[in-house]
Structures are given as C-alpha cells and as structure tokens.
C-alpha cells in the first residue's frame, strides 16, 4: 500500500505542473476526482467536516458569481473540487510524513533533470531525437518552438539570449520558472528537517537543479528565503553582518546579471497586451507585474467578487474583453474579488504558521515562497501546492515535531521512542534541553 501511496503522490506532482496538453483538459479533471475517490475507498478514508465545508463554501461561492454575472462555471467547481479532494487525500495517506515524501520525491525528479539538462547541453537537438518517440505533450506549446514531455522531464529549445543560449532545465514541469518554485519548497522543507549543517547531498542536487532553471521567479525567491530564514534564526547582532553583506552584493549584482535584472526591467516596463487566445477571440493580458490598473477596475465594479470568475470586464480605453494575469494575487483578486483573496491568504496563512511549529522553523517560510512566486505565475491552479496550502486547515493535530535548528542540545526521547530521533511518539513528547 505504500508503493500505492507514493504512486499517487508521483502522479498527482507531475500531472499538476501540466508538462501535457493532456494534463490541461476536462476530462483530466474529472478522472483526477474518481482516482481520488478510489483511494479514499481504497484506504478507508472519509470524507471530514473541513473537507466538507471548503466544498459547500466554493460552490457556494460558484453558484453566487452565475447569479452576479449570468455566465455559470461548471468547469470552476470541477477544477477547484479535484484540489481540494487531492490534497485532502494525500495529507490523509501521508500525514506528516507528506514533507519528506515530496522531498525524496523531488530530489529522484531533480537528478533526472539534471541528467536530461547536461545531455541538452551537449546536444539539445540530439536529444529531442532520442526522446521524440516518447513525447505525449499533446502538441502542447508547439506555437513556441520545439516541445516535449515525457512525464519526469521536458524539453524545449526556448533557450533565449538572457542565458547566452544555454537550455534551461524545465524539470517535469512545462517550463523552468514552475519547477524553480518546487525546488525552493522542497529546500525549504528539507533544511527545516535538517538538525544542523544545510550542507547535505539533497542539498547539492536541489541547488543544482536549481541553478541549472536560470529562472529569475525562483533565484529572487530562494533569495529572499535564505536571507530570511538566517535573520530569523540570527540570535545576536553580528550575525547579521554577513546577511548584510550578502544582501547589499545581491543588489549591486542584481541588474547587472541580464537574465536576472534584464527581464524584470522587461517585465516591469511592458504594458497591457491584447492577443489572441486560444479557441479564438482576443484576451487582454496583464503580464505579471503590470496588471494592477487592471485589477483595480475590476475591484472598482464589484469588491466583493471581482468579475465573478468570468474574467470579463469592460477597461479603459479598451472596452469589454477577457482579461488574465500571470500572478496568482492579480488574477484571485480580480476573478474571486476580496472573498478569494482573503480565503487564499487565510489558508496559507494557517499553513505556515502550523509547518514553522512542526519544525520549529521560522513561521512565514512557507508565506514567503508561495507570495513570491505569485508574482510570476498562477500557483494557485497547481495541485500539488494546495496539499501544503491546506495542511493548516485538514491537519488539526500534528503527530510529529522535529527538534528545532534554533537550540541544539542532547535530545532526551521518552523511553518507548528511544530508537526514534526527537519525534512525539504515541503521545510521548519528546524534550529540547
């Protein structure tokens, strides 16, 4: 049952980051739902009253934004359900043990990358040969350029000039900049487990990866990770000295580093978009750091619920048209008004708080990564990232807390747990000396 257990949790990580066209349709969704409800069956899980409520609430919510709007949203509440549901079943079949299991998961992901990211280096077209028979993408990006995903990688020749043209490591996602933010999760997470050095083969090859997606989201996330997690553990004033240091010279390098202050400026100066979408029509894009203005007006109309999941409106200067975002904060806050924004900042709020008593780690870790990266992409449609968005809510009661990195000292363990490291074990709790 634990081959069973991790299988699902592999499948529900790749399919997630939507590497396939395949992974992106309807009927994806709805055999997500039934594989989940086959192994709540399976395993004997029920249905509890947080699970309950959060659906009640957002169909709720669905049935709400028709009656405000007139266009009703089958597809939200069937999108939004398969999150819920997944999350709340794997937090269920790995309790708190969900952390080291997407760690261990991502660093197996993470050497296969790197593997799939030294071959593109030596022969990117080479390798689109070898790997084409393989390729299920669906067609998935090809208005790009060369595409394909195999399930535990991708590849494409979008390598661009911001990298002086070297491939960029897209993982299993379907491209660099998602499969930075998992790293940095699964960094964050494993440095919480560790009891002392961060130095550690995990370690190396989560870094690696990372540096090898050249991605701007996730260096400037791990960035501000780090700079947070030393300052909230520094104890005395000249332990600062060296974040300080670290911090000014990330500044001073910063815009001179093209594919890192290149593409901010890049991004921070190009305006608001019409372009065609797919199935025809046009969309108004709002990019990832330009569509405030747009967000406001839509707020402007309706505060409560924005444009009621229609992301539709009528905008100065451009009329009535759809609009989208590449930021979670932009498009909750502009498709789900106030209401969206507040249950997304309450469930990551509570989240965080309970994973920094887990681990006696610095409480706004998890605030930080997930706020961050809103900023460049839509996280908030990503399954995977709901497990940890909702181990707050669905997980009242922690049945592990490991030693924190802030007092290290003998660990005295209860007599019945003696051969387990510093964990409560059947209600014997462990002590920090």
């Given at each position: 049952?634990?081959?069973?257990?991790?299988?699902?949790?592999?499948?529900?990580?790749?399919?997630?980051?939507?590497?396939?066209?395949?992974?992106?349709?309807?009927?994806?969704?709805?055999?997500?739902?039934?594989?989940?409800?086959?192994?709540?069956?399976?395993?004997?899980?029920?249905?509890?009253?947080?699970?309950?409520?959060?659906l009640?609430?957002?169909?709720?919510?669905?049935?709400?934004?028709?009656?405000?709007?007139?266009?009703?949203?089958?597809?939200?509440?069937?999108?939004?359900?398969?999150?819920?549901?997944?999350?709340?079943?794997?937090?269920?079949?790995?309790?708190?043990?969900?952390?080291?299991?997407?760690?261990?998961?991502?660093?197996?992901?993470?050497?296969?990358?790197?593997?799939?990211?030294?071959?593109?280096?030596?022969?990117?077209?080479?390798?689109?040969?070898?790997?084409?028979?393989?390729?299920?993408?669906?067609?998935?990006?090809?208005?790009?350029?060369?595409?394909?995903?195999?399930?535990?990688?991708?590849?494409?020749?979008?390598?661009?000039?911001f990298?002086?043209?070297?491939?960029?490591?897209?993982?299993?996602?379907?491209?660099?900049?998602?499969?930075?933010?998992?790293?940095?999760?699964a960094?964050?997470?494993?440095?919480?487990?560790?009891?002392?050095?961060?130095?550690?083969?995990?370690?190396?090859?989560?870094?690696?990866?990372?540096?090898?997606?050249f991605?701007?989201?996730?260096?400037?996330?791990?960035?501000?990770?780090?700079?947070?997690?030393?300052?909230?553990?520094?104890?005395?004033?000249?332990?600062?000295?060296?974040?300080?240091?670290?911090?000014?010279?990330?500044?001073?390098?910063?815009?001179?580093?093209?594919?890192?202050?290149?593409?901010?400026?890049?991004?921070?100066?190009?305006e608001?978009?019409?372009?065609?979408?797919?199935?025809?029509?046009?969309?108004?894009?709002?990019?990832?750091?330009?569509?405030?203005?747009?967000?406001?007006?839509?707020?402007?109309?309706?505060?409560?619920?924005?444009?009621?999941?229609?992301?539709?409106?009528?905008?100065?200067?451009?009329g009535?048209?759809?609009?989208?975002?590449?930021?979670?904060?932009?498009?909750?806050?502009?498709?789900?008004?106030?209401?969206?924004?507040?249950?997304?900042?309450?469930?990551?709020?509570?989240?965080?708080?309970?994973?920094?008593?887990?681990?006696?780690?610095?409480?706004?870790?998890?605030?930080?990564?997930?706020?961050?990266?809103?900023?460049?992409?839509?996280?908030?449609?990503?399954?995977i990232?709901?497990?940890?968005?909702?181990?707050?809510?669905?997980?009242?009661?922690?049945?592990?807390?490991?030693?924190?990195?802030?007092?290290?000292g003998?660990?005295?363990?209860?007599?019945?747990?003696?051969?387990?490291?510093?964990?409560?074990?059947?209600g014997?709790?462990?002590?920090?000396?």
């Open positions: 049952m634990k081959l069973v257990s991790s299988l699902y949790l592999f499948f529900v990580l790749v399919v997630s980051m939507e590497g396939s066209l395949y992974y992106r349709t309807p009927v994806m969704a709805v055999a997500r739902v039934s594989l989940a409800g086959i192994t709540m069956l399976l395993f004997g899980i029920k249905p509890t009253r947080p699970l309950v409520k959060a009640v609430v957002w169909i709720l919510f669905v049935f709400a934004s028709a009656a405000v709007s007139g266009d009703f949203k089958p597809s939200a509440i069937l999108f939004m359900t398969m999150r819920f549901v997944e999350a709340f079943v794997l937090l269920k079949l790995f309790k708190d043990k969900i952390f080291s299991s997407y760690v261990n998961l991502m660093l197996v992901l993470a050497f296969i990358s790197l593997v799939g990211w030294m071959l593109s280096v030596i022969d990117l077209n080479g390798l689109f040969v070898m790997l084409r028979p393989f390729d299920f993408s669906g067609g998935f990006r090809e208005q790009y350029g060369d595409y394909l995903h195999i399930g535990v990688f991708t590849l494409h020749d979008r390598v661009g000039h990298t002086n043209y070297i491939p960029r490591n897209s993982g299993f996602c379907w491209e660099p900049g998602p499969f930075s933010i998992l790293l940095t999760v960094i964050m997470i494993h440095w919480s487990l560790m009891k002392k050095s961060k130095v550690s083969p995990v370690s190396l090859i989560l870094l690696a990866a990372l540096a090898t997606t991605s701007t989201t996730g260096y400037l996330i791990f960035f501000g990770y780090v700079v947070y997690d030393y300052w909230s553990r520094a104890k005395k004033l000249i332990y600062l000295v060296p974040m300080i240091i670290v911090v000014i010279a990330g500044m001073y390098l910063f815009p001179r580093v093209e594919f890192l202050g290149g593409k901010v400026e890049a991004y921070m100066t190009q608001a978009y019409v372009a065609d979408k797919y199935g025809g029509g046009d969309k108004l894009h709002g990019s990832r750091l330009v569509g405030l203005p747009l967000v406001l007006q839509d707020l402007s109309r309706n505060p409560i619920m924005g444009t009621a999941l229609t992301g539709e409106n009528s905008y100065e200067g451009i009535y048209i759809q609009s989208s975002h590449l930021n979670s904060l932009f498009t909750i806050t502009s498709t789900m008004g106030l209401f969206g924004l507040f249950w997304w900042l309450f469930f990551l709020t509570k989240s965080s708080m309970k994973m920094g008593q887990v681990f006696s780690s610095p409480p706004l870790s998890l605030i930080l990564i997930i706020f961050l990266g809103s900023f460049g992409f839509n996280l908030h449609t990503w399954s990232l709901w497990v940890f968005l909702m181990y707050g809510y669905f997980m009242k009661h922690s049945s592990i807390r490991y030693p924190s990195r802030l007092h290290m003998p660990v005295v363990v209860d007599q019945p747990c003696r051969d387990m490291p510093a964990v409560i074990c059947r014997q709790q462990s002590r920090i000396l």
